[in-house]
């Protein structure tokens, strides 16, 4: 049933490919399952996410700021130079969902891909589960690859690499920081 997937699952090639690494022991046991993840992320990110569209976020981002959001006039991925794909439009929909809650756009950018990406995963995971069950009861262990890769996968590092945002959220906070213990009078006394 392993090689049957692509029958009865549609999913790419590379989803395919992780999949059976988690249905297999031996692989299971190497951690090659997590990489394979990775790639087939990215590989996602790079077919469905134009360099129009990472461009007019990239741009969004360094736009002057203004009483309204930069993305405020932006209906479809075609207005920031994309094709429109289902990945462009969910990653835009979520950014205007976030900004519209008051997140600040740099970060909305980033968790909307990381949300993105998880919620991807997860929809793999479900299409994948119950042919997996149908097979055989062996495959839970499998499945429960599945589950921990999505856990244990770097989705910062991917939509950070895939939307050309260069470093992460949590490294663009951490410039230097605040000692408790810290002469902040520089050694001046009143």
Avoid at 156 to 161: C, E, N, P, T
Avoid at 168 to 177: N, P, V, W, Y
Wanted: include cysteine; charged fraction near 25%; aromatic fraction near 4%.
């Amino acid at each position: 049933m392993r090689d049957d997937i692509h029958k009865e699952v549609p999913r790419p090639a590379k989803i395919q490919k992780w999949i059976k690494l988690c249905l297999r022991p031996a692989d299971r046991n190497t951690g090659r399952t997590v990489d394979a993840l990775s790639d087939a992320l990215r590989d996602a990110f790079r077919q469905e996410v134009t360099s129009g569209f990472r461009n007019g976020i990239v741009a969004a981002l360094e736009g002057l700021p203004s009483l309204f959001s930069p993305l405020e006039l932006v209906d479809h991925p075609k207005d920031l130079g994309g094709i429109g794909s289902v990945m462009e439009c969910n990653i835009l929909n979520c950014i205007k969902r976030r900004v519209a809650e008051g997140e600040d756009l740099r970060n909305a950018i980033w968790n909307a891909g990381i949300e993105m990406a998880a919620s991807r995963v997860d929809s793999d995971i479900r299409c994948a589960e119950p042919i997996l069950l149908a097979d055989s009861k062996s495959n839970r262990h499998g499945i429960a690859q599945m589950q921990n890769d999505a856990a244990d996968v770097d989705y910062g590092s991917i939509v950070g690499a895939a939307l050309g945002l260069g470093q992460t959220s949590g490294s663009a906070r951490s410039g230097s920081r605040l000692s408790p213990d810290e002469d902040l009078l520089g050694g001046a006394r009143p």
